[in-house]
Nanobody
Framework: QVQLVESGGDLVQPGGSLRLSCAVS????????MGWYRQAPGKQRELVAQ???????NTADSVKGRFTISRDNVQRMVYLQMNSLKPEDTAVYFC????????WGQGTQVTVSS
């Protein structure tokens, strides 16, 4: 079974930065598009950033210019650099394939608050 292990979430003040990491256990990772998703309390899970197997990226309008997705195909890692964080970025962040597989990791909590 594929394992997705997210880390790096924390409590941060508005305007701060965080870098999230995701370790992916499967070798097909290097052939796969990946995404970072988030789910805020009472809201549906949404895709915030995506990256193709050859590192073409795209981000949602709500985070454009602030979030950057990247990957390391050798280490099987996906990263999300988040800058200029806002309270509305508060959510549990998940990584998954694009489109997402049925299995989700535990996510990592990001809280933006003063």
């Amino acid at each position: 079974q594929v394992q997705l292990v997210e880390s790096g979430g924390d409590l941060v003040q508005p305007g701060g930065s965080l870098r999230l990491s995701c370790a992916v256990s499967t070798g097909v990772f290097r052939f796969s598009a990946m995404g970072w998703y988030r789910q805020a309390p009472g809201k549906q899970r949404e895709l915030v950033a995506q990256i193709t197997n050859d590192s073409v990226t795209n981000t949602a309008d709500s985070v454009k210019g602030r979030f950057t997705i990247s990957r390391d195909n050798v280490q099987r890692m996906v990263y999300l650099q988040m800058n200029s964080l806002k309270p509305e970025d508060t959510a549990v962040y998940f990584c998954n394939f694009l489109p997402p597989r049925q299995y989700w990791g535990q996510g990592t909590q990001v809280t933006v608050s003063s």
